[in-house]
């Protein structure tokens, strides 16, 4: 059965970094695109970063020099480094898999990911 647990949320003051990070169990990660998810009260849940296959990612504008994704295939986990935080980062953030599957060309969208984690929340105080 397919699992992802995250840890590594909390609270932080702006302009403060954290690292999240997102257990992968039962299939070996590094044949399938995973992204971050995040969503703040009342809002959609949006994208935020994906990695491929091959080691590419991509990031929404509202991240982009500030959040790196990253994985380590032999621990089986998913990172999200986050930097520079700022109030508007707030919210639950999950990590997701397609499954055996790369990401998909036009974006980051949470309808084309099948499993997800039961998140982690960040709080980002001014």
């Known amino acids: 059965q397919v699992q992802l647990v995250e840890s590594g949320g909390g609270p932080v003051q702006a302009g403060g970094s954290l690292r999240l990070s997102c257990q992968v169990f039962g299939y070996t990660h590094g044949s399938d695109c995973m992204g971050w998810f995040r969503q703040a009260p009342g809002k959609e849940r949006e994208g935020v970063a994906d990695i491929d296959v091959d080691g590419s990612t991509r990031y929404a504008d509202s991240v982009k020099g500030r959040f790196t994704i990253s994985q380590d295939n032999a621990k089986n986990t998913l990172y999200l480094q986050m930097n520079s935080l700022k109030p508007e980062d707030t919210g639950m953030y999950y990590c997701?898999?397609?499954?055996?599957?790369?990401?998909?060309?036009?974006?980051?969208?949470?309808?084309?990911?099948?499993?997800w984690g039961q998140g982690t929340h960040v709080t980002v105080s001014s």
């Open positions: 997701a898999s397609r499954g055996p599957r790369r990401c998909v060309v036009a974006g980051i969208f949470a309808w084309l990911f099948g499993y």
